[in-house]
């Protein structure tokens, strides 16, 4: 059965491939508590696959809503500036796709709650 709903992990991205463990780490994590969700990484720049293709993917799975969340600490120029311009695109490219983008991620009260316990090291 395929998923209705998809998810976007969008980081900025990195050449280190070490770098994108973690965002990876978490889609494995949606993958196998929440198999209702079709889930891809996307990267800014510097490796792939971009917003575009994993969309692309996405809506060639037959998902009708996409969750865009962006994987950033803060909302700064990327999220602020760069994040609207491209999913402006992905409505145009994909219409009958609805398209969602979630709050800069470390801008959860959760998140912050969560990096503050381990930061004092009691996580």
Known sequence: MTPSRGIILFAHGSR???????IEAVREQIEAHSPHFAVRCAYLELCAPDLALAAQELAGLG??????????????????????????????????????????????????????????GTA
């Open 16 to 22: 280190d491939p070490l770098w994108r463990a973690p």
């Open 63 to 120: 998902v009708r809503a996409i969750t865009v969340v962006p994987m950033f600490l803060g909302t700064g120029k990327h999220a602020r500036e760069d994040l609207p311009q491209l999913v402006q695109a992905l409505h145009a490219a994909h219409p009958g796709v609805q398209f969602q983008v979630q709050t800069a991620i470390g801008e959860d009260p959760r998140m912050t709650a969560l990096m503050a316990s381990i930061a004092c």
